[in-house]
């Protein structure tokens, strides 16, 4: 509805005096934020990263959410003891809860509230607090920052540095960004990052700003390196052949010793402000999103003609897989204008050689595998389900190369005109594992997305691992993929849930990925008036 009143809001996260359930070591806690509108249904929105060994957490990841003052939105924000490197929750240590409206946290600006356990009794002396900002300037500032002759903190081999970034804020300093840690090295050099202006200053190019430099601990304990103040406008006079220079300056240090300089100098080579896209300005310029649907017909599913088989289409005329289809394929065709999308099945016997094939199409043409509409989807695959063999291996590789290929030769436009998100809906394991590795690393570098819907009962931990949420999925070659483009959820969660749920818990990150794509590639909408600028040569 054009009439909601929505707008942007940016979630900043922090908790203090957290239950600790770790045996000689402090909680590594996580924050997940799930939210709940119309109906019961929870669904999650997105996760703070894990901070190590740490009882007071201020996490530096954020939650940008639509906020709409027409709708009571719920939201639940869960801290876990992260324990391990699957992406379920439920094996984690549960460190207790808030769950409070959107409209109560914009009207606090900040609420401080007492986490409670799943039985509503107070988590401990555990507290939250949930900052909230309106996002009114959507720009973005390209950081290269390197440091030298920083003070060594360890006895053993030299420092760990890593910066964190801080806002000026009436309540105080508010963490905008945190960098990677450089092991054991007094003159590092961070990797390329970027702040969203208004985390950093608001877009006030004057507001303080502070800088300070650690020494990363295993055990929490980070030692503090040096802290400098300063503003954008001092950062932006930074170029690669004069760096702004800025002295780390450790207070206790100075009071001690007579003679003190600096605990080190950090430079910042880079500094850019540019306009970024959001998914509308590319959706809205011109930009198509091409959808293909993989079906997986292999003979784990069981016979289509027995009421056990995942295939098998009930009186009411549904099963799991069309289910699926129905509703992801309405959310994402009104995004292409054609609404033709070229549909497969892979795993089956396909006539009239009776050939394993892993990509076939489900209308039996292979000139012209598109079908009109969801609606033609689902009858090809209602016409096609008896006609196949259903047989195996499970192999998904050749169905992603095969969207590949047309991601591939849509990269050689000039502008983000084309962009391709891969639905596989399948029952199970997974039989080519390395060469599904290989393609979704290739398919990270080209303008495509996947989304992979598990149906049935099976040990789906595989796909978590497909989904590189705990850090970037690699090949069997250790070439990492330049961005998490897969999305794994299991159907069962969403069983009992109305069908909107599911379509938002799989379509979620794919805008994120989409914009981060095109940003990275420096490639601006087909219609934009504004244009990206180049890589600075400064």
């Known amino acids: 509805m054009a009439s909601q009143c929505v707008t942007k809001v940016e979630l900043t996260v922090s908790c203090e005096n957290l239950l600790d359930k770790d045996i000689g070591s402090k909680s590594d806690p996580l924050c997940v934020l799930l939210m709940s509108s119309s109906d019961s249904q929870w669904y999650e929105v997105g996760r703070t990263e894990k901070v190590q060994n740490c009882l007071c957490p201020k996490f530096a990841k954020k939650f940008v959410i639509d906020y709409y003052f027409e709708i009571v939105q719920k939201l639940k924000f869960g801290i876990y003891d992260i324990d391990n490197k699957t992406v379920d929750l439920s094996d984690d240590d549960f460190l207790g809860q808030l769950e409070c409206t959107l409209g109560q946290v914009v009207s606090s600006k900040r609420l401080i509230r007492p986490l409670v356990l799943k039985n509503k009794s107070p988590a401990g002396k555990g507290t939250i607090t949930i900052t909230a900002e309106e996002i009114k300037d959507n720009r973005v500032v390209n950081f290269e920052v390197e440091a030298r002759k920083l003070d060594n903190k360890d ?21 905008a960004h945190r960098t990677e840690v450089v092991n054991n090295n007094l003159n590092p050099t961070w990797k390329p990052f970027r702040i969203p202006l208004q985390s950093l200053c608001g877009g006030d190019m004057e507001k303080p700003i502070k800088v300070e430099c650690y020494d990363y601990d295993n055990d929490g304990s980070h030692d503090l390196i040096g802290t400098f103040e300063t503003t954008m406008t001092r950062f932006q006079q930074a170029s690669r052949t004069s760096p702004a220079e800025f002295e780390c300056i450790n207070s206790k240090k100075k009071q001690k010793k007579k003679g003190y300089k600096n605990s080190g100098v950090v430079g910042v080579k880079i500094c850019n402000v540019v306009k970024e896209y959001t998914f509308l300005d590319y959706i809205m310029g011109g930009c198509q999103i091409n959808f293909t649907v993989a079906i997986d017909f292999t003979g784990s599913n069981g016979d289509p003609k027995s009421p056990q088989s995942l295939h098998y289409i009930s009186p009411q005329g549904v099963n799991e897989y069309l289910s699926a289809t129905w509703s992801v394929g309405n959310v994402i065709q009104d995004y292409d204008s054609d609404k033709r999308f070229p549909a497969f099945g892979f795993g089956a016997q396909v006539p009239p050689t009776w050939q394993v094939s892993h990509e076939f199409p489900l209308n039996f043409n292979a000139a012209d595998p598109f079908c009109v509409g969801i609606e033609g989807v689902v009858a090809a695959y209602r016409v096609c389900l008896p006609q196949v063999k259903l047989y195996g291996p499970t192999n998904f590789s050749p169905i992603i190369n095969h969207v590949a290929c047309f991601a591939k030769q849509a990269l050689q436009q000039t502008t983000a005109s084309q962009y391709f998100v891969l639905l596989i809906i399948t029952d199970g394991v997974i039989t080519d594992m390395d060469e599904t590795r290989s393609a979704i690393v290739n398919a990270s570098r080209l303008p495509m997305s996947i989304i992979i819907i598990g149906v049935g009962g099976a040990d789906f931990s595989a796909m978590e691992f497909l989904d590189g949420d705990e850090g970037h999925l690699r090949s069997q070659t250790g070439e990492a993929a330049m961005r998490d483009i897969v999305q794994f959820v299991p159907y069962r969660q969403f069983q009992n849930a109305p069908r909107e749920a599911l379509a938002k818990s ?28 180049a890589a600075s040569t400064n």
């Open 155 to 175: 006895f053993f081999g030299k420092s760990d540095p890593y910066l964190e970034f801080y806002k000026q804020t009436a309540t105080g300093w508010q963490l």
């Open 506 to 533: 799989v379509l979620a990150e794919v805008p994120g990925q989409l914009v981060d794509f095109f940003t990275t590639m420096k490639l601006s909408p087909p219609t934009s008036d504004a244009v990206l600028p």
